[in-house]
């Protein structure tokens, strides 16, 4: 049985890379998958996208006016209960123990079913947040109690700005006290996603460069996130262990995060913030633990755990045992209420939304379809590409009453400005060359929100890398490795203006 995880940096972004997100969610081979960054809101949701064959689906949204993150799980076993959020706040399930048999596992663990906020909260808890369920709102987290283990599928906030210290600190308290928790209950947890913590030197692409000195050494180890971490797995006394790291103990470059906007990717010079983390008592049952490198269309990469199917008994070795029989949820049991299957909006108490979303139909909002039923725009709304050439107050309407008809002198300018504006629009864009390699630049677009977005700009075409020259400021000379990336940049605006056709019609009139 394969467990994955996988933030996928916008779900509507990327099943525009699928036919269906059956096909989507399919191609991923798992038997539960577990996606971060969903970035979705319910009601743009069609029943398709939530449950299909054999796959239901749990989601947490983002429930303040964020409109990121949000995460979910496709699965094909059935929870015996779900629960959004990490406080218990919006939903609370019956924590059960991991019993074999069938109404043992419906049976709640009073002495964990009885928590309340100060025992989850414990002493850590920053006093800031009084209200707990506060850090459930920006939906990053969902609890699938599957009898055998809890499944913690989590979004842990980013490194943000001052702002967002104590909510992230708050956050990873109460993130550590559930699964403390969970696990002196007698439970095993499968905690999975995007930490948002490169943990080690390792995990790290400039890991080495930033451990060199003993101050940088110090510096990377006692970062809070880092110490977190420790606590929660490599400590003594730590719940969790790093099953990928346990397989893989010096696989460098085992990166699951690669930065975009620098195209990171290609050279591998990314960090690790995604990964599977378990109780040490699920490792008879880890088969291969892993990441997916060679999975596209996000920013992260997929990783996953594999189950094997049966075991030999630890405390018996005349015995087998199989996961089947842990996973098995009792007949007849109802869906836990958190399933989407269960959405008023697909349950028959609501069905407009659902037939927007028939498989293999594009949804076409009521507005689009009957605006295409209406004559078309007249073709003089568009602007015409002579128009961005006009010379300013005049016209060329060719009116013969026109008294502003221009004379032949004017007329014959006015086509020469056109002719030069259309060759260098159609003329072959010109590749400007690096200062530091002298070679061919690439062309990208600013994405980020601004004043700026959609503009286009040219960089080194080179990979970045360890030492690659991300400005002055970034990293110092002598630090910079000059077979990575230099540090050329061009807006294509100035570079168009150098070489417009406007510049030909200047020379003819000369
Ligand atoms: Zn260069």
New binding site residues.
Partial sequence: MRVLSWNINGIRRILGNYKSCEEFVRGLEADIVCFQETKAFKSALGASQVSFDTFQSYWSFCHSNRSYSGVCVYSKETPLAVEEGLSGGYTTFSVSIPQLSDEDKLKPLANIHSYNQETLLGQNYHPDFTNVKQLDTEGRALCLDYGMFVLINVYCPAEGDESRVKFKKSFHELLFERIRILKEGGRQIILLGDINIAHRAIDHCDGLELTRTDIGKMEFETKYTRQWMDKLVSDDNSPLVDIMRLFHPTREGMFTCWNQLINARPSNYGTRIDYVLITPGLIPWVKEADIAPSVYNSDHCPVFIDLHDSIPDPHDDTKVLHLKDYLSKPKGAALPPLCASNWDEFNGKQTSLSSFFQPGIKKISPSRSLSRSTTPKNHRDQPQIESFFQPRGRTNSGDHNNPANPTKKQKVDNDKTIKSAWKALMAPKRVPK?K??N?DCREYTVNKPGPNKGKKFWL?S?NVGPGYDAGGSKRNRADVDSRY??N?FVWSSHLERDMSGIEDYKSDKQ
């Fill in positions: 690096c530091v390699h070679e080194c080179r990336r230099c050329f």
